[in-house]
Structures are given as C-alpha cells and as structure tokens.
C-alpha cells in the first residue's frame, strides 16, 4: 500500500510539475565546448560540482566522463568521511537505520553502513543512470521569483530533471538511483532491517534529504570557489 501510494503521488509530481509553465532555469546548449566541473564549496565543506548557480547562462553539457568524474570527486572529498559519521551518528541516536545495537562497534558499523551506502547512491544518481538515460544530474537554480515558487523547484527538480539535450524528462537518475541504492543497502544490512517497510522508509529519507540539499542549493550562497 505505501509502496502504492509513493508511486501515485510521484506520478501526479511529474505530471503536475511538466504540465506548469512559467520557470526560469539555465539552458543546456550541445554547441557549447565541453566545461570543466566547477570547483566550489558549499557551506564550506560539501562539494558543489552539481549546481548550475546562474539560471540565465547556458551551459554546455555534462560528458560521461564528467558524469562517473563527479560521482568519483564526491566519493574521495573529505566530506564523504564527515557526512559518514555524521549520519551514523543521527542513526545511533535516533535509533534509525540498520539494527546494529548501541557501544562503539554498532557506530562503526552504523559509520561503514552510510558510507557504502552514500557512495553508491553518488555512482546511480549522477553517473551510471544519468549515463544510461542521457540525463543531465545537475541542480539548476531557479534563482529568482517567490519563496514558494521556489521552494515547489526544489521539490520538482526531484522527478522533472533535463535530458542532455536540454529537453525536460521525468528524473529517473534521482528516483531510480535513491531506489537502487537502497536496495542494494539491504545487502549489507542485518537481516532484522530488511523488511519492504524499513526500505521504504530509507528511500524515503534519502529523497527528503535530497530536497533539504535542493534548498540549500536554491537559497544558499554560490559557495567558495576553489582553484581547479
């Protein structure tokens, strides 16, 4: 039944979001020479290699080699090892996730858990997927109109994404990819956790957390610009 209505209300999005006209966004332009991945940080930690900052500026689209190259960047930052620890600590406290029981050696697995868990979930959303499908895995900032309008943007841009074209496609990279990878987390979790339930409820988190990211993305500062 919730797997049901999850399906139903992500259709009704896609439909919804596809059928309404009206949003500013950045262009993709094929003519345009290939463009080194942006070297920014956002919150002055977190890699910002997919966010498209100005919505009036065409770019040019990602190569397969950028897609797995930024999946590969995201996997190796040294934020990949706080965000690690940083979920396994939400896990422990909050008594979420896998059932791993309490002391240090539930944290370290809990710590090795979130980071297979995460870097699997950046090689499906922004290489092999997006590669599959043709699907460009960048966030494209709306940028500019009310809070609300641009609140629904970050919240479409989770099932409404671009085809490397530039034409508007559903966002199998996002939706597939958080489903992947949460079932592929099922294999190395303990068997207590595996039920359709406790699997929902994690792709369900990921794409909440995916939509908090788009909001920082939407609202926050461009983020220092590293050198390349």
């Known amino acids: 039944m919730k797997l049901k209505l999850l399906s139903v209300a992500m259709t ?8 309404k006209a009206g949003f500013a966004q950045a262009k993709i332009d ?11 940080r956002v919150l002055f930690l977190f890699p910002g290699y997919e966010t498209v900052q100005d919505p009036n500026q065409a ?8 897609k797995f190259g930024m999946a590969f960047h995201k996997t190796v930052d040294p934020s990949f090892v706080v965000e690690s620890v940083m979920f396994a ?17 539930a944290f370290a697995q809990r710590v090795g858990y979130n980071a297979a868990n995460i870097s699997s ?3 499906f959303t922004d290489a092999v997927l997006p590669t599959l499908f ?22 479409r841009s989770e099932v409404v994404a671009y085809s490397d074209e530039g034409t508007e496609m559903p966002n199998y990279s996002s939706v597939l990819g958080f489903g992947m990878s949460t079932a592929l987390s099922n294999a190395y979790s303990p068997p207590s956790s595996i039920t359709l339930s406790k699997t929902m409820q994690r792709f369900a988190v990921k794409e909440g957390v995916s939509v908090a990211l ?15």
């Open 89 to 105: 600590g939400f896990d422990q406290v909050a008594s979420y996730g896998p059932e791993y029981g309490s002391g240090s050696a």
């Open 134 to 155: 043709h699907q460009d895995p960048r966030y494209f900032r709306k940028g500019k109109g009310s809070i609300k309008s641009r609140l629904w943007w970050t919240v």
């Open 214 to 228: 788009n909001v920082l993305r939407e609202f926050g500062a461009s983020g220092k610009r590293e050198r390349p």
């Open 30 to 40: 094929t003519s345009l020479p290939e463009e080194p991945l942006p070297h920014r």
């Open 59 to 66: 770019v040019a689209p990602l190569r397969t080699s950028q």
């Open 12 to 19: 009704l999005i896609v439909v919804g979001s596809m059928a």
């Open 121 to 123: 979930t950046f090689l």
